[in-house]
Nanobody
Framework: QLQVVESGGGLVQPGESLRLSCAAS????????IVWFRQAPGKEREGVSC????????YLADSVKGRFTISRDSAKNTVYLQMDSLKPEDTAVYHC???????????????????WGRGTLVTVSS
């Protein structure tokens, strides 16, 4: 059964970095893409980044471009989200999920999320 488990969250100060990990229980060939999304208290879920399984192509939301990087280690079935220059507005619970959009450019659309984990909390505060 496919499962994804997030880890790596924590409390950091503005400007610092964190790397989140998303470990999948199956091979990357069993899903189309992995998406990172976040949800802050009182706010709507926001897609952050995604990576396509077939070729490693990536997509980033405008709000994190230049600061976040998504990558993968196929041997470990793990996807990473490197978050640099963190801001207080990045505070949220971060989830990873498998996704199956009809087009890769729609990968951040929550309608196409399939299975996600419990999330990991990222708090950016001084």
């Amino acid at each position: 059964q496919l499962q994804v488990v997030e880890s790596g969250g924590g409390l950091v100060q503005p400007g610092e970095s964190l790397r989140l990990s998303c470990a999948a229980s199956v091979l990357s060939s069993d899903y189309y893409a992995i998406v990172w999304f976040r949800q802050a208290p009182g706010k709507e879920r926001e897609g952050v980044s995604c990576i396509r399984s077939s070729d490693g192509d990536t997509y980033l939301a405008d709000s994190v471009k230049g600061r976040f990087t998504i990558s993968r280690d196929s041997a470990k079935n793990t996807v990473y989200l490197q978050m640099d220059s963190l801001k207080p507005e990045d505070t949220a619970v971060y989830h990873c999920a498998t996704a199956a959009p009809p087009l890769f450019r729609l990968c951040l659309d929550p309608r196409y999320l399939e299975i996600w984990g419990r999330g990991t909390l990222v708090t950016v505060s001084s």
